[in-house]
């Protein structure tokens, strides 16, 4: 067994899961890292697929949502005892290359020999590869990163990014009932962390561009409940955080 765990969250991506799990398992990955794939309750061919691979493979019976999907992992990394984390979407959008440069950053030390807590990579760092997103992306990707910012004084660029390597301290904090959003973990968590002391940095990455089937955020109702579930969350975040530090 390997320190590091790769967990891969999948829905319904029956014609994206080959090519991923085909780079998943060469040889550089394989060599540092074990993959954890976890299916959503997929309607698709998304279980055959993942099955006829020689990776463990959650099944849920019931779609239970992208941050229950990513929490049963967390859970499964506590329990067999990894010390990293790594996240990647099931969609291909990200680079399998990040692994690697996202398991150094997690263990490289800043100025006062600390390591991170939390890696995100982002798409917006100087020297970063991403595909094209909209203007209505850019602005919310820029609304919540301003959340953070005056919230917490930490500026992040890609509160979005689904792309992140988390130390055992933060993956089991997230692994506990009620510390993780179940429905939407993005800046509602960020901002979470980092009130409560977590330490978190981002990264360069490479991301492309979607080939197949749709993102979770697809379509204009889907759209507006998260633009007015974050806030609320994010809201609901701060004040639980900062009531419980007043307490202590």
Known sequence: MKELLVIVPVFNEEKNLANLLESLSEPKIRSFADILII???????????????????????????????LQVGYKYAVRNNYKYVIQIDGDGQHS???????????????AEGNTPDIVIGSRFLAGSKAYKI???????????????????????????S???GLSRRAFKYYSQYGNFDCSYPDANMIIQMLLLGYRIKETTSVMYERKAGVSMHRGLIKQLIYML?????????????????QKT
């Open 134 to 160: 909209s203007a209505i992306k850019k602005l919310s990707i820029s609304y919540f990163s301003c959340l953070i910012k005056k919230k917490t004084g930490v500026l992040i660029t890609d509160p979005t």
């Open 96 to 110: 399998v290359d990040n692994i690697a440069h996202i398991y150094r950053c997690l263990h490289s030390k800043d």
């Open 39 to 69: 299916n959503d309750a997929s309607s698709d061919r998304t279980e055959a697929i993942a099955k006829s691979y020689n990776m463990p493979l959650i099944t849920h019976v019931f779609n239970l949502g992208y941050g229950a999907t």
């Open 162 to 164: 689904g792309l992140q």
């Open 229 to 245: 579930t974050m806030p609320l969350s994010i809201w609901t975040v701060t004040v639980r955080i900062k009531k419980g530090l």
